[in-house]
């Protein structure tokens, strides 16, 4: 199973990008992600931004993954 991730973008460098979610800052590409800003959320895959999503998206997707991990005993 393949899980992608959301994060925000903090900073854009070329084709890398600074990501962070609750704390954890990871470096990034960014190449299929045009017109990339800070404050845009991405999906992160291997290190790989693959989609763009709006807040709310990003939101529902974490409140999901925590309760899933939150019911694993």
Known sequence: M???IPMQVIEVDGGMAR???EGV????RVDFIPDL???DYVLIHA???IERVNAEEAAETLRLIKEIVDAIP
């Open 2 to 4: 393949c899980l992608a």
């Open 37 to 39: 800003q800070p404050g």
């Open 47 to 49: 290190g790989i931004a």
């Open 25 to 28: 800052t990871r470096k990034v």
């Open 19 to 21: 990501v962070e979610q």
